[in-house]
């Protein structure tokens, strides 16, 4: 390890849990490698979360190296029950799911008192995972003496501090910034040489010129289009960029969370939006081939199916135009040609490694490249495009009495962030990145450092579209959030939580809804959770009482496709009392049916449906934890429910059955589901029994437009074959 690794070691050795929070690229797993190491020797039962594949797969070597007998094992995947019950029976250390063992907490397959720990890569995962939310929270109110040990690269992530450490259950976090002494003298720069290539080489400064005094050719419609795109780009953040406080650069470099917390109101996400377009569109520029980024333009433009906030820019038609004419350009793209031009000053044997972010680009790149190096050759090229390299195309795709042969060293090529320990892997002596980013420089410096070697880098820039500006704006912003999150330590509270009281109370949930918060918001309001898989409604209450929960996006979606009043539907024919819970997140207003709605047809559907359902009661809900708590009054005095029977619930065993002439001849109907046939075999032993109900009952059961389609079509058909 690295000074500043072994200083965060030594720290969480003394500490009983925390949270690491490093720059990007600072190699965390490099700590973690080396907990599941001294884990497994000791024999601790420890759950490893959020471990990529290839880091799972080095840490299990490492522990092999280390003459470790029982090596940490991999039950995140594809592992039964029964594997896992046997796993669980031993002191091992396993890479796992938080969403499944946190239904094994909630059956009870596992006694959390056993686990000594928990160590969490990529943490920041938990603002946006309510399974490992779940899993933490049972966890640590079962076992407060359990171990969390979190670690994340992403700062960005953390702007509300206080809430993150509430949800990982930890009281001590560890700050580890790339401007901090310790990690700047662990460190050595290595040699990046920043090549400078200009869209408009007659309008480049000379100091921003390559030394070798190498020009290369740019497509005048590569330049015409990215003066456009640049120029919309510049209109659209005069106009809007002040309503999110952004500058032109600030919108294509500033994490995209920072954004979304600026995003108060539906316009606000309608510019977020448009900001993300204009990302996505300068790197299609500058990544993909003339046609691919003619597709990604054309694909976005503005209709009135879908609209753009963008589009009312005299600047769109021109941008089009010229795209549209760059789409059939043949010259090879600056960068291309740079990266020729530096491969002919490198001796033959070293090692080259190209890095670009997007399988299209080094798709690309492998592609150019095979025009110039030989066939015979192409075996010293490696990487995942190796197989591109081999093809012998028919017709070259280059004039070499033009561009040249070249004499290749060693290249591999490979995705930019395909894996952590790309640099290790390779090996290289040269790394030419196509791209600039944080990420990738500072895993290069990592690798440089700790392999003691003198790696010579070059960074492809084009001046005019801001690339080491905007790799310059993500360091300052990067050092500014830990800044301020540093200061923000001494307002966070250093007492334990309290671990959650959970009462004998009931409620049977089904297994989708552990992607939601409402899980999490049962257990804090004191409910026992049976997690199971429901085909009528989310939540079973009683025997009687059933609760479909609708978010306020997922309502309107499901109130267009027609899907709620289906399994409102479904509700009224198994229980007695159907709900409908309604639930807004904290940051949306809790009147937002009304405020957002302005034609009111949200509201007057939902009206329509209780006028259609008479019996059906709606609870309204300002978050999770209002919905947990409401639904924990609504249970006092009413009796547990049945496991069994709401399992039972929608799995119809009536005289229709799976193999029946009557339910093949259901489900060949196109616009019969699987869900309308059971509503159907619920209700009626035969076909002639289906025949015999009223328009209006078939309305009833399957829904107006589903009922009266079935009802035109048995009665225009069916019953008369039957006659």
């Known amino acids: ?22 720059g990007k690229g600072m190699d965390t797993i490099e700590i973690v490698k080396q907990l599941v190491v001294k884990y497994s020797q000791e024999s601790k039962f420890v759950f490893v979360f959020g471990c990529p594949e290839n880091a799972k797969y080095k840490i299990i070597w490492e522990c092999a190296d280390c003459g470790i007998e029982f090596l940490p094992k991999d039950i995140e995947k594809a592992v039964g029950k029964k594997e ?123 100091k921003k010129k390559h030394s070798d005094k190498f020009v290369p050719v740019v497509s005048p419609e590569f330049a015409r289009t990215f003066d456009f795109l640049s120029l919309l780009h510049k209109q659209f953040i005069s106009e809007y960029g002040r309503q999110l406080n952004v500058s032109p650069i600030d919108s294509l470099s500033l994490p995209r969370r920072i954004l979304e917390q600026r995003c108060t109101t539906d316009t606000h996400q309608e510019i977020l939006s448009g900001l993300m377009f204009f990302r996505n569109a300068f790197f299609a520029l500058i990544h993909y081939p003339p046609e691919a980024f003619y597709e990604f333009l054309d694909s976005h433009r503005p209709n009135p199916l879908n609209p753009q906030i963008w589009a009312g820019f005299a600047e769109v038609n021109p941008l089009y135009e010229a795209a549209k004419k760059y789409s059939t350009d043949s010259l090879p793209s600056p960068k291309l040609q740079y990266i020729v031009n530096i491969l002919e000053n490198i001796p033959k044997n070293k090692r080259v490694l190209i890095l670009a972010e997007g399988t299209a680009t080094v798709a690309m790149i492998a592609q150019y490249l095979s025009s110039f190096i030989p066939a015979t050759d192409s075996k010293d090229v490696a990487g995942s495009v190796h197989s591109i390299l081999d093809v012998d195309d028919e017709e070259p795709l280059l004039d070499p009495e033009v561009f040249g042969v070249l004499t290749a060293p060693i290249i591999m090529l490979q995705e930019m962030h395909a894996q952590a320990d790309i640099f290790d892997t390779f090996d290289p002596d040269f790394v030419i990145f196509w791209d600039v980013t944080l990420l990738s420089v500072r895993r290069l410096e990592i690798y440089n450092t ?49 671990p959650f009281v959970v009462t004998n109370r009931e409620i049977v949930v089904d297994d989708r809804e552990f992607r939601s918060a409402m899980p999490l918001a049962l257990l804090k309001a004191g409910f026992k959770i049976t997690p199971s898989v429901i085909t009528v409604g989310d939540y079973v209450l009683t025997k009687d009482i059933v609760i479909e929960r609708k978010a306020y996006s997922d309502l309107v979606q499901s109130l267009k496709s027609g899907r709620l009043l289906q399994q409102i539907q479904r509700m009224h024919n198994y229980y007695k009392s159907p709900m409908l819970m309604l639930e807004f997140g904290d940051v ?86 699987k869900e309308h046939v059971s509503l159907i075999c619920h209700r009626c032993k035969n076909i002639r029994e289906l025949l015999s109900l009223p328009k209006d009952e078939l309305m009833t059961i399957l829904g107006p437009q589903i009922g009266i389609k079935l009802f035109s079509l048995l009665h225009s058909q069916a019953k008369n074959s039957l006659k």
């Not at 686990?115 to 109110?141: F, H, V, W």
């Not at 976090?173 to 310790?182: A, C, K, L, N, Q």
């Not at 001046?463 to 330590?489: G, R, W």
């Open 1 to 22: 390890m690295l000074t500043y690794q072994k200083q965060i070691w030594d720290t969480l050795l003394e500490q009983e849990s925390g949270l690491v929070l490093c």
């Open 84 to 206: 896992r019950d046997q796993a669980y029976a031993a002191n091992n250390v396993y890479f796992h799911s938080p969403g499944i063992l946190a239904k094994d907490f909630l059956l009870e397959t596992i006694d959390p008192t056993k686990i000594e720990g928990i160590i969490i890569y990529n943490a920041e995962s938990i603002l946006r995972d309510p399974s490992l939310q779940t899993c933490i929270a049972y966890y640590k109110s079962h076992h407060p003496k359990g171990f969390i040990k979190a670690f994340s690269e992403r700062p960005a992530e953390f702007t509300e501090l206080s809430s993150v450490m509430d949800l990982l259950w930890i009281r001590f976090v560890y700050f580890s910034p790339r401007f901090e002494e310790t990690v700047k003298n662990s460190i050595n720069p290595c040699k990046i040489q920043i090549v400078h290539i200009s869209i408009h080489p007659e309008r480049a400064s000379p």
């Open 450 to 498: 700790r392999a003691s070697k003198n790696v010579t880098g070059y960074a492809l820039c084009y001046d005019e579209a801001n690339e080491m500006t905007a790799m310059e704006t993500s360091i300052e912003n990067e050092n500014q959030i830990f800044t301020k999150l540093i200061s923000k330590l001494s307002t966070i509270s250093k007492t334990p939580l309290e």
């Open 588 to 673: 949306d207003q809790f009147n937002a049916i009304s405020d957002r709605d302005k034609n009111g047809s949200v509201m007057a559907k939902i009206t329509t449906i209780i006028r259609v359902f008479p019996n059906l009661r709606i609870i309204w809900g300002r978050n999770a934890n209002e919905c947990a708590k409401t639904l924990l009054l609504l249970s006092r005095g009413k009796d547990q429910p049945s496991l069994e029977m709401a399992q039972e619930m929608g799995n119809d065993g009536s005289n229709i059955n799976d193999d029946s002439k009557a339910v093949r001849f259901l489900s060949v109907i196109p616009f019969l589901s």
